[in-house]
């Protein structure tokens, strides 16, 4: 498997919880960017999509803002970035509602 080229760690529930984004690989069509965040009960694997690497990239950072919102409003979960609620992600305007304190 890939090495992911950044990693961002998170506190889910009072743990770390490693959030690995893997290389945004042409696919011929589009752009691939993987991602696992590593919850502990069950990592949640998945991929965002673009024209370019930059494009999937950004888009998967958003996703993975979404995933762990989810996780915060609809499993309850405490989720936090250096003991902060604001994730440090860029949000799609869709989910603004989730965060609405989110400064990026």
């Known amino acids: ?7 961002r760690v998170f506190q889910v529930d009072g743990r770390d919880v490693d959030c690995k984004f893997f290389q945004p690989q042409d696919s011929g069509d589009n752009y691939i960017c993987r991602y696992i965040i590593d919850f502990p009960d069950e ?3 998945s991929q965002g999509y673009g024209v370019d690497a930059v494009q999937a ?3 998967t950072m958003k996703k993975v803002h979404v995933d762990l ?10 989720v936090e ?3 902060q609620e ?3 992600l860029p949000l799609d305007e869709v989910a ?4 609405p304190n989110n400064s990026y």
């Open 57 to 59: 990239l950004l888009l």
């Open 43 to 45: 990592p949640k694997v």
């Open 69 to 78: 919102l989810f996780a915060r409003n609809k499993m309850e979960r405490r």
């Open 81 to 83: 970035w250096f003991e």
């Open 86 to 88: 604001n994730l440090g």
């Open 96 to 99: 603004r509602e989730w965060s």
């Open 1 to 7: 498997m890939q090495e992911p080229f950044i990693v």
